[in-house]
């Protein structure tokens, strides 16, 4: 069975500082991963996404996530935080199939 | 180029009632996905689509959800009669025709039920 777990259902950051968003993933093939954002009243978005090659993927507004399979992690790193990236993040696993597994999401909340 | 659209935004209906909600997913996209996504929770499939086929509904309870596809394109969700734990917010997304590998869902905004 695949599962996702994301650590921390709230992470807190000032503007300007490191985000980092937990995900580690279980699957008995190897995984396609990605990252989602949802604003308030609004669908979710797609960051990234990992299938092959390269375990550093870059995605929009500047987000980056590392593949690391030792580790069964994909966690979620910006430089600097801005007020708008203040939403709900969610890392998802495709086993191979079109299904997605959706962890329970981190919310982000950015103070100036 | 438009994306997944969904209607209505929000809907507040009595336990035991009835309710439909509609979808039209991106041109070109033959996969279309239903997710229920309760609060404080990650989105859950509940039937997916290719064309006008279901390809896995086993997390749908059939005895209250319905879903159609009629001509590969739109979509109806039907929740007849709703219960109380059907309180959330429902997703529409879709997809390229997959063949196993991990084409990029887009998510319409959703459709938020209250049941009262």
């Known amino acids: 069975a695949q599962s996702v777990t994301q650590l921390g259902s709230h992470v807190s950051v000032s503007e300007g500082a490191l985000v980092l968003l937990r995900c580690n993933y279980s699957s008995s093939v190897p995984p396609y991963l990605f990252w989602y954002v949802q604003y308030p009243n609004q669908g979710l978005q797609l960051l990234l996404k990992y299938t092959t090659g390269a375990t550093l993927v870059k995605g929009i507004n500047g987000f980056e996530a590392e593949f690391k399979k030792s580790e069964t992690s994909f966690h979620l790193t910006k430089p600097s935080a801005h007020m708008s990236d203040a939403a709900e993040y969610f890392c998802?696993?495709?086993?191979?199939?079109?299904?997605?597994?959706f962890g329970k999401g981190t919310m982000l909340l950015v103070s100036p | 180029e438009a994306g997944v659209a969904q209607s209505p935004r929000y809907k507040i209906i009595e336990k035991r009632q009835s309710v439909a909600f509609w979808c039209n997913p991106i041109?070109?996209?033959?996969?279309l996905y239903w997710y229920q996504q309760i609060l404080g929770q990650g989105p859950k499939l509940l039937i997916q689509?290719?064309?006008?086929?279901?390809?896995?509904d086993s997390q749908l309870p059939k005895d209250r959800f319905s879903a159609e596809r009629l001509k590969g394109v739109d979509s109806t969700l039907k929740i007849q009669p709703a219960k109380l734990e059907d309180s959330a917010v429902y997703l529409c997304?879709?997809?390229?025709?997959?063949?196993?590998?991990?084409?990029?869902?887009?998510f319409g905004p959703g459709t938020r039920l209250t049941v009262l």
């Open positions: 041109s070109g996209h033959a996969t």
């Open positions: 997304a879709s997809s390229l025709e997959t063949s196993g590998g991990p084409n990029t869902q887009y």
């Open positions: 689509f290719q064309n006008n086929g279901v390809v896995d």
């Open positions: 998802a696993l495709n086993s191979g199939y079109s299904t997605l597994t």
